[in-house]
């Protein structure tokens, strides 16, 4: 089954820069370059919300709370999607989790996958 993995987190002050990277593994049905990913966080006492995708295409979104500052992209050959975080605010911090999304009408890979995460703090 495919395993997603995390790292790159730590601490950091206000307004510097953090780079988050996942690298999934394992028996995977398809490739890579078919799969949805992206990152969720999940700051104590909150819901996990979502901070940015990136599609099978290339394609990119990225929350409101994090526009402009916030990137995602992937790798496929390496089966590796990153996060480039910049301008971090203490509000950042968080545990960020890397997801893949299902493949809808796959045999195999009909459900999303997650990541253990990776702690980020953000403080003077």
């Known amino acids: 089954q495919v395993r997603l993995v995390e790292s790159g987190g730590g601490l950091v002050q206000p307004g510097g820069s953090l780079n988050l990277s996942c690298v999934a593994s394992?028996?995977?049905?398809?490739?890579?370059?078919?799969?949805?990913m992206g990152w969720y966080r999940q700051a104590p006492g909150n819901q996990r919300e979502l901070v940015a995708v990136i599609g099978s295409g290339g394609s990119t979104s990225v929350a409101h709370s994090v526009k402009g500052r916030f990137t995602i992209s992937r790798d496929n050959a390496k089966k590796t999607v990153y996060l480039q975080m910049m301008s971090l605010e203490p509000k950042d911090t968080a545990v960020y989790y890397c997801?893949?999304?299902?493949?809808?009408?796959?045999?195999?890979?009909?459900?999303?996958?997650w990541g253990q995460g990776t702690l980020v703090t953000v403080s003077s």
């Open positions: 394992g028996n995977i049905f398809n490739v890579f370059s078919v799969y949805d």
């Open positions: 997801w893949r999304g299902p493949v809808v009408g796959s045999r195999y890979d009909n459900s999303a996958v």
